[in-house]
């Protein structure tokens, strides 16, 4: 199971780089997105990934660890908040600046170079 | 439990209330009862910091338990006599650009008081927090709140840096859970003093996964306090934003120093066993080349306000310095260093406003331009903070400069800090003898229909340049505090006497 996890946090991460590594507002929004929920995860089996455990004390022999659920629950509020601020801004920069480019204007895009 | 006893909480939930209440209704519409309640606030969070100041200096560390529960269960506040000073130090910055904002600037957009006031709870709760998600937490409340404040009146160039600001800034927060993940994987607990307690009893395997923990921690500091690979957001961003902002900004970058220096320089530190100074090789370059590169940049500026912002970049060089050579006497040098640093800087960006507001369209930009009509002072404030920021004697400065430089012992280390330092201080003469230059001097004719500066700009200023001869001439007394601050903040506190000081 700790391997399965792993790879899905480490898959969702790189993603979520590749995406912010482009250089526009939208994709950047988006590769945001993905990276939270890769360190949600994270967060989450930073106490060690537990089975059929409670994170209540008394209620049962072996528990989880309570911390990190109280942890991701707090990051996904925040996360979820400055992903919200991220997405008007990138309206109003699309709006103000004529582009969606991080930059305000258009730079070379080999990728986009192909294509044409 | 008298009132006395929750001194401590006090610098974070009065901007919190106060800003709650701006944003009711009947307060929200109208702007002079806005600036009234504002303007009181700040005067009462001054002095909340000052007793809590003298509080601390007299009884020793002060720590208060959120809802009584103890040390590495709840959160704790911990006001020893650095975070004290920060606080202070947050407190009397707030009041100055507050009363600056007041001749005008907080009419170009909505909610300008309420945010300042969010601003402050998230930089004196960064200061005031003994737990490092609780940190995390204060850092995310300082950064939506600087988020809206850098975009405040609006533009092109201020949406075009917010972005890059904005962005860059939501990457360091992930990043910095990344890191908590880590250190909380490893260590089992998040709270600063049960952190430094079970650090060296790491075992080898879990040594590296702290480390790659801790030196991640490094970077999300670094990118706040704009140091070198990560400086590059700040110009653009200081630059652009309105003149308050760019002026409480200047302590913005002091959070991230404030962070470094407590989870590297001491938690890290030298009692950490197997990580004893992981970050200090690291730190070392990084702060001799953030001083050359902000020395270049500084040459390069073509406007005041990009000059200023090199500066902020060259003092957070300076302080990477005091830090990294790691001693007691470094640390309380870096510590009457870094007050210096933040009140010329924010002096001078206050400063640059008027200047803007009276040269018309030539702004701050060095060009020839028709004269100021308040030439006169605006250039006798101008030689002040320049000599202050230079370092030159008899402003605090040269102070700061001369007891981060005896700090610096060994040969091995000095024969780099000195000329670095020293030549920082030469181009920052330059530069800002040729800025005053063509500010002052290349002028034809006189901008008559400049809007004059407000008497309370004035005011602000004025409070923010009083305190630069008074670092001197308290001089003593100043050192010995910074001395003790040292001491304790090297010393470290164990959850044993985090408890005991607790009860």
């Known amino acids: 199971m700790e391997l399965v996890y792993a790879i899905c946090v480490g898959f969702m991460s790189a993603c979520g780089i590749f995406l912010m590594l482009r250089g526009h507002t939208f994709t950047l929004v988006i590769g945001l997105t993905l990276l939270s929920y890769a360190v949600n995860l994270f967060l989450f089996a930073s106490g060690g990934l537990t089975i059929g455990a409670p994170a209540v004390l008394n209620s049962s022999e072996n528990y989880a660890d309570p911390l990190p659920q109280a942890l991701v629950l707090t990051a996904i509020v925040i996360g979820f908040a400055m992903t919200a601020f991220a997405v008007i801004l990138a309206m109003r920069g699309r709006a103000d600046l004529g582009s969606d480019h991080v930059d305000g204007t258009e730079a070379f895009d080999p990728l986009s170079e192909e294509k044409s | ?503």
Not at chain 2, 139 to 167: C, D, P
Not at chain 2, 211 to 220: E, N, T
Not at chain 2, 276 to 290: D, H, K, S, V
Not at chain 2, 456 to 476: N, R
Request: aromatic letters at 10%; proline letters at 3%.
């Open chain 2, 1 to 503: 439990m008298s009132l006395f006893e929750h001194l401590v909480i006090f610098p974070i939930l009065i901007p919190f209330f106060v800003a709650v209440v701006l944003l009711f209704p009947h307060l929200s519409n109208c702007l002079s009862k806005q600036r009234v309640i504002s303007i009181t606030a700040h005067v009462a969070l001054v002095v909340v910091a000052f007793v809590l100041l003298f509080k601390v200096e007299g009884q020793g560390i002060q720590v208060y338990a959120l809802g009584d529960w103890s040390a590495p269960f709840g959160i704790v506040l911990v006001a020893d006599m650095f975070s004290v000073l920060m606080v202070c130090l947050s407190a009397v910055l707030g009041l100055a650009i507050t009363l600056y904002a007041t001749a005008g600037e907080d009419k170009t957009g909505a909610f300008f008081h309420p945010l300042i006031m969010f601003q402050l709870m998230g930089i004196n709760g960064a200061f005031l927090t003994g737990d490092a998600f609780n940190l995390f937490v204060f850092f995310e409340v300082l950064l939506i709140a600087s988020y809206a404040l850098m975009i405040h009146g609006g533009g092109k160039q201020r949406t075009q840096a917010n972005i890059h600001y904005v962005f860059l800034n939501l990457i360091g927060s992930s990043l910095f859970l990344f890191a908590l993940g880590t250190l909380y994987g490893t260590l089992g607990t998040l709270n600063f003093a049960d952190m430094a307690d079970r650090i060296p009893l790491l075992s080898s395997n879990e040594l590296l996964i702290a480390k790659a923990g801790a030196l991640l921690l490094l970077a999300v500091f670094g990118l706040k306090a704009g140091m070198l690979p990560l400086h590059f957001w700040l110009p653009k961003a200081y630059s652009t934003t309105s003149t308050p902002v760019a002026a409480l900004f200047a302590i913005m970058t002091k959070v991230g120093i404030y962070s470094i220096w407590r989870v590297h320089g001491v938690m890290f530190g030298d009692q950490a066993g197997g990580l004893a100074n992981i970050a200090l090789p690291w730190l070392w370059p990084i702060a001799l080349l953030t001083i050359v590169v902000g020395a270049i940049a500084i040459l390069a500026s073509q406007n005041l306000r990009v000059l200023c912002s090199n500066l902020v970049i060259v003092s957070v060089g300076t302080l990477l310095v005091a830090i990294s050579v790691n001693t007691v006497q470094a640390t309380s040098a870096g510590i009457y260093y870094l007050i210096h640093s933040t009140i010329a800087c924010a002096a001078m960006f206050l400063l640059t406003g008027l200047i803007q507001q009276q040269r018309g369209q030539a702004e701050d930009r060095f060009v020839a331009a028709r004269a100021m009509p308040q030439a006169g002072i605006l250039g006798f404030i101008f030689v002040l903070l320049a000599i202050a920021l230079i370092g030159m004697p008899p402003l605090s400065g040269f102070v700061g400069k001369a007891l981060i430089l005896q700090s610096v012992t060994e040969a091995s280390q000095a024969i780099w800090v000195f000329p670095i330092v020293l030549g920082g201080g030469l181009i920052a003469l330059i530069a800002l003898s040729r800025a005053g230059t063509s500010l002052f001097w290349r002028t034809s004719g006189e901008n008559k229909g400049a809007l004059k500066g407000h008497p309370s700009q004035y005011l602000a200023i004025g409070l923010l340049v009083a305190i630069l001869p008074l670092l001197v001439i308290f001089g003593g007394t100043v050192n010995d505090y910074t001395q003790l601050a040292a001491e304790q903040l090297k010393s470290g506190l164990s959850l044993q006497q985090l408890n005991e000081v607790a009860k």
